[in-house]
């Protein structure tokens, strides 16, 4: 129980076009999924807070025009890279809170590896 | 952002050798996390501790929670090859709410 998954995997895309990455709860309904990204050796930086039929909340610093995040079902939520550039590019990982274990741990996809051109 | 101090930042140790790590934090927790990280991978769960004192296991892996609610260890016995990877430690429902704040990450490589 308890899966995250992302899609895709990888992705390379050319400076100044947009890339969608979807995160999906498999087994367990998630009313606030996470967007992380991380850097080599680092740990996660969290970007967002998707929130089911509502707003996402942005970390500071994050750009919500850049980083348009939209969680339409209980199952999915969606982060658009848009006018990517190469300092985008980086691991992208979502989370997703499974309130049905313990206090809401939350369950993290495998990630996505985007890499601009 | 927010980070809790978590180390050692790395350690390379032979086969059958236990291993320590720790983290602490200046703020309270209600819940402690363990993650696992291997490469191209998105961090796995290990252990969820819920309260202060608790002490949880998880095959080779046991973990506690702090009596401060501001600190806690894992510890991995008899480590195998398998067990390289990236450990985070998360500390959650706080002042920061549902978020999980992170410790920097402690990089295990075994030689076998």
């Known amino acids: 129980g308890a899966v995250v998954s992302q899609h895709p995997s990888w992705v390379i895309c050319k400076s100044g076009t947009s890339v969608k990455i979807e995160c999906r709860s498999l087994?367990?309904?998630?009313?606030?999924m996470f967007w992380y990204r991380q850097f080599p050796k680092q740990s996660l930086m969290l970007m967002a807070t998707s929130n089911e039929g509502s707003k996402a909340t942005y970390e500071q610093g994050v750009e919500k025009d850049k980083f348009l995040i939209n969680h339409a079902s209980l199952t999915l939520s969606t982060l658009t890279v848009t006018s990517a550039h190469p300092e985008d590019s980086s691991f992208y990982i979502c989370s997703a809170r499974d309130l049905g274990r313990g206090l809401g741990e939350q369950y993290f996809g495998p990630g996505t590896r985007l890499t601009v051109t | 952002g927010q980070q809790l101090n978590q180390s050692p930042q790395s350690m390379f140790i032979q086969e059958g050798e236990d291993v320590s790590m720790n983290c602490t934090s200046s703020?309270?927790?209600?819940?402690w996390l363990w993650y696992k990280q291997e490469p191209g991978e998105g961090p796995v769960l290990l252990i969820a501790l819920y309260k202060a004192g608790e002490l949880t296991s998880n095959g080779r892996l046991t973990a506690q929670f702090g009596i401060t609610r501001k600190d806690s260890f894992l510890n991995i016995s008899a480590s195998i090859p398998s067990d390289v990877g990236i450990y985070f430690c998360a500390g959650q429902w706080g002042e920061y709410g549902n978020k999980l704040v992170f410790g920097a990450g402690t990089i295990l490589r075994v030689k076998s």
């Open positions: 087994d367990f309904q998630a009313t606030t």
């Open positions: 703020s309270i927790f209600n819940t």
